[in-house]
């Protein structure tokens, strides 16, 4: 099992940026491929952004891309996303997940989910 747990989320103005931390702890995720995920109010809960388990691959919604960069410290079993030029359509509760499959898979079924963090962006 692994235990996910994001941090870092807060209130910023349009044009911020913030880092988001997710880590993960019952093993290491060192093979696992991870993803970033968010839901606004009233919205389903979409794709930001994925990495493969060695890091060399990554994968982002279109509506981030440019924006935001996923990156990971295996050694710290730890995922990461910089969210640049932060935009108020930016605002929502953003998770972290992980599997141990590709990151294609991961980007429609991980196998683990943290409980989310909320980001604000006010304009």
């Known amino acids: 099992q692994v235990q996910l747990v994001e941090s870092g989320g807060g209130l910023v103005q349009a044009g911020d940026s913030l880092r988001l931390s997710c880590a993960a702890s019952?093993?290491?995720?060192?093979?696992?491929?991870m993803a970033w995920f968010r839901q606004a109010p009233g919205k389903e809960r979409e794709f930001v952004a994925a990495i493969s388990w060695s890091g060399i691959s990554t994968s982002y919604a279109n509506s981030v891309k440019g924006r935001f960069t996923i990156s990971r410290d295996n050694a710290k079993n730890t995922l990461y996303l910089r969210m640049n030029s932060l935009k108020p359509e930016d605002t929502a509760v953003y998770y972290c997940a992980a599997g141990r499959t590709t990151i294609t898979v991961v980007q429609t079924n991980p196998e683990y989910w943290g409980q989310g963090t909320q980001v604000t962006v006010s304009s």
């Open positions: 019952g093993r290491t995720i060192t093979y696992d491929s």
